[in-house]
């Protein structure tokens, strides 16, 4: 019998093995599986999904790999504790690389783009420049163990930074290079939740109902606003944090 999670709308749109994760994730979030609760059989779940054995084992891997659950031989799979969320303060910039690594994981990066942009509207007034100016534009995958934590969408003044596409990205982040080549003098933040587009959810492996972290960030050198950049973050896997002393 099928789940009443399925219907005909979902089914069309998304693969079998993301639905069926998304089904897991959604008792594992409203508490029905709680940490250390063993979860539906692989079979259970076939028969309850009428899907190949092989469509269950697909979902339960990825969440596996996702560290959302655990095997166990011949007793079955455990939902895991809840991990250590990667954190960064909202008063202050950090590398998230030296974020990552002060946590005890390792850290990598994926360059999914790094180009030269004509400004179109947007990114004229995000970055305070003449309409149809060149713009540097880079979008890296920032990963944790292997877990993908951020996508940073960034545009760059050239201005600032007339060497930024020369910069391998794989050997310091992009924040490393702009805080050595240009001394960032201040910063702006703000943050919301949002519902990621299938691309972004794809790139973080996020079920289609996850909330999405957004932080949109500008930094300025002196009076000069040298980059602009979109931060995306799973939110079951990140957190933004303040400390404000009063006193």
């Known amino acids: 019998m099928y789940s009443q999670f399925f219907n005909e709308s979902t089914m069309s749109q998304r693969p079998l093995y993301q639905q069926i994760k998304s089904y897991i994730v ?4 409203s508490g029905h599986w709680a940490t250390g609760d063993r979860i539906a059989t692989e079979l259970e779940l076939t ?10 084992n697909k979902a339960i891997r990825d969440l596996v790999n996702e560290g959302r659950l655990e095997r166990t031989p011949r007793l079955g799979t ?13 008063a202050d ?21 790094q180009k030269q942009l004509v ?15 060149n713009v540097y534009y880079s979008e ?47 910063i702006e933040h703000s943050v919301e939740a949002i519902i990621a587009n299938s691309k972004i959810l794809e790139q973080l492996k996020m079920a289609h109902h996850e909330p999405c972290l957004l932080l949109h960030r500008r930094t300025w050198s002196g009076q000069q606003l040298v980059s602009s950049a979109l931060l995306y973050h799973p939110a079951f896997r990140y957190k933004l944090s303040s400390t404000i002393n009063l006193i």
């Open 26 to 29: 959604e008792q594992i979030d």
């Open 47 to 56: 028969e309850q999904f009428n899907v190949s054995r092989m469509t269950v």
């Open 78 to 90: 455990f939902v895991c504790q809840p991990a250590e969320k990667s954190e960064s303060p909202l």
């Open 93 to 113: 910039i950090r590398n998230i690389a030296d974020e990552i690594i002060a946590r005890g994981k390792h850290y990598s990066n994926q360059i999914l783009q």
């Open 119 to 133: 400004a179109d509207e947007a990114t004229a007034t995000k970055l305070g420049i003449k309409l149809g100016a």
């Open 140 to 186: 890296i995958l920032h990963l944790a163990d292997n877990q993908p934590i951020q996508l940073e969408k960034r545009w760059v003044n050239p201005l600032c930074a007339p060497e930024y596409l020369q910069q391998d990205f794989k050997q310091f982040t992009p924040t490393e290079y702009l805080f050595k080549s240009c001394p960032l003098s201040s």
